[in-house]
């Protein structure tokens, strides 16, 4: 692919800018962090755009950017905290105030223990489940196999359930992610 122009890049970051930075603050959690990797993502991105060969769509090429900025930040930071709950809105015009308290108590349980799986597991629900990528797509960004999706996140959503069990915190709505 050839150099874009400036003008072209700014439409590819007003596009995904957004979509990116809800992704690494699932990682990160912390908005001043998951701002400042955006923008290192979107730099690498411009950088190495040459490289993009378009057999990926862009988005998914962002994302691997994206993650591989976000672990080497938590590599050097020494910890792994994927979730946020204020990234989901809990909130709707129906809800009564308990029942808003409870599924805040819900989604809080069901990040405590994603957050005990191991790091393969937490990424594959993240993007899977959470952020709802394709296996094909899922697959790209990790560099893995659809067939190592497929069962990476069996395996994960299995774990999660005996992690759930073992807290003693086994609510199907948490469990029914697939």
């Given at each position: 692919m050839e150099r874009i122009t400036a003008e072209a890049f700014e439409d590819i970051y007003s596009e995904y800018s957004d979509r990116i930075y809800g992704y690494i603050f699932l990682l990160v959690n912390d908005k001043e962090v998951a701002e400042d990797l955006t923008q290192d993502t979107f730099i690498k991105a411009y950088k190495y755009?040459?490289?993009?060969?378009?057999?990926?769509?862009i988005f998914t090429w962002l994302v691997r950017i994206s993650r591989n900025v976000a672990i080497d930040y938590l590599r050097k930071k020494s910890r792994f905290k994927f979730f946020s709950i204020e990234k989901f809105q809990l909130q709707s015009d129906e809800?009564?105030?308990?029942?808003?308290m409870i599924k805040g108590e819900k989604v809080t349980l069901l990040y405590e223990a994603i957050r005990h799986l191991k790091l393969s597991y937490q990424e594959v629900l993240i993007l899977r489940k959470i952020k709802e990528f394709s296996i094909k797509e899922t697959a790209e960004i990790l560099n893995w196999s659809e067939n190592k999706v497929k069962i990476t996140t069996s395996r994960a959503l299995a774990a999660l359930k005996k992690e759930l069990q073992k807290r003693g915190e086994v609510h199907e709505e948490l469990i029914r992610i697939r």
């Open positions: 755009m040459n490289q993009f060969n378009g057999e990926s769509q809800d009564t105030p308990t029942e808003i």
